[in-house]
């Protein structure tokens, strides 16, 4: 079966600094990925995501990487405010499948 | 409108009692989902029910049990509760293969 890990489990930034969330699969037939976002209390949320055939997907100060040959995929957060403090989880779920992998979750901490 | 809501929030209850928390979904999706969310964080899948097929994580207790009775609702009923039952659980439903998860609130269970 599919397995994600993700790095780092927690990560500490200054508000106004960029943060960098990195995950790699072993399943090559996985084509879809979504990032979540958990603020505390609440459950995941879709934050963005990116299929097998684009490399790369933006929106605002939030993108998203994906690198089919090496199979790693990064969340790239730019200026980061103190609203952005989360837990974020990426996941891949392979072609035809309706249960994505989760990664075990990175803790973002933005110092203001 | 909340998209997928489960209840309640908390349960508190003993060791050796049976407890079930609801959910329902309102997005018309196929998929729904049960996830376990230890202290670390970690979301793990318990059942898949797809267009009535269940798919069961063979790691997961056969005191935890789905029940569906109709598409918009997958209620989860936990038999003989034990300590190590304690956790926040999550249902999410989904639109089918190779798309995001739509998360609930999340029901913090404490088994004392």
């Known amino acids: 079966g599919e397995n994600v890990e993700q790095h780092p489990s927690t990560l500490s930034v200054q508000e106004g600094d960029s943060a960098v969330i990195k995950c790699t699969y072993s399943?090559?037939?996985?084509?879809?990925f979504p990032w979540y976002k958990q603020e505390l209390g609440k459950g995941p949320q879709l934050i963005i995501d990116?299929?097998?055939?684009?490399g790369e997907k933006k929106d605002q100060r939030i993108a998203v990487t994906l690198n089919k040959t090496a199979k790693h995929f990064s969340l790239h957060i730019t200026e980061t405010q103190p609203e952005d403090s989360a837990v974020y989880f990426c996941a891949a779920l392979t072609g035809g499948s309706y249960i994505p992998t989760f990664g075990r979750g990175t803790s973002l901490i933005v110092h203001p | 409108d909340t998209a997928v809501s489960q209840t309640p929030k908390y349960l508190v209850t003993q060791m050796g009692n049976d407890k079930s928390i609801k959910c329902e979904q309102n997005?018309?999706?196929?998929?729904m989902y049960w996830y376990k969310q230890d202290s670390k964080k970690f979301l793990k899948i318990m059942f898949s029910?797809?267009?009535?097929?269940?798919?069961i994580n063979e790691t997961v207790p056969n005191r935890f049990s789905p029940k569906s009775p109709d598409k918009a609702h997958l209620n989860l009923h936990i038999n003989s509760l034990e300590l190590g039952d304690s956790a926040v659980y999550f249902c999410a439903s989904g639109g089918g293969t190779d798309t995001e998860a739509f998360f609930g609130q999340g029901t913090r269970l404490t088994v004392v």
């Open positions: 399943d090559s037939a996985s084509n879809y």
């Open positions: 990116i299929r097998s055939n684009v």
């Open positions: 997005l018309g999706h196929d998929t």
């Open positions: 029910y797809n267009n009535k097929e269940l798919i």
